[in-house]
Nanobody, 122 residues
Framework: QVQLVESGGGSVQAGGSLRLSCAASGYTYSINCMGWFRQAPGKEREGVAFIDANGATRYADSVKGRLTISQDNAKNTLYLQMNSLKPEDTAMYYC????????????????WGQGTQVTASS
């Protein structure tokens, strides 16, 4: 099993920045891909950013140029640097881990965190 714990959420003004962290523990050697999803009230869960163990990344069009995913393998920690935040970025953000490479669809992921709330107000 793998446990994922997110942190770093909060409330900022539009245009502000936050950095989310996701600490992984357990059988982390089995993980080859990780990602961030978000879900706003009344909306479907949306994939935001993904990164393979080899460093390849993928982003949703809505966040390209503003959000950056990265990982520190020595610390078993995933990050999401969020700049130029917009009100439409407001959502619960979830970290997820997959055993396969090239993850992007929710069904690819085996483990999920509990989420951290991000609110960007105008």
């Amino acid at each position: 099993q793998v446990q994922l714990v997110e942190s770093g959420g909060g409330s900022v003004q539009a245009g502000g920045s936050l950095r989310l962290s996701c600490a992984a523990s357990g059988y982390t050697y089995s993980i080859n891909c990780m990602g961030w999803f978000r879900q706003a009230p009344g909306k479907e869960r949306e994939g935001v950013a993904f990164i393979d163990a080899n460093g390849a990344t993928r982003y949703a069009d809505s966040v390209k140029g503003r959000l950056t995913i990265s990982q520190d393998n020595a610390k078993n920690t995933l990050y999401l640097q969020m700049n130029s935040l917009k009100p439409e970025d407001t959502a619960m953000y979830y970290c997820a881990a997959a055993r396969i490479f090239g993850c992007w669809h929710p069904r690819h992921f085996n483990y999920w965190g509990q989420g951290t709330q991000v609110t960007a107000s105008s």
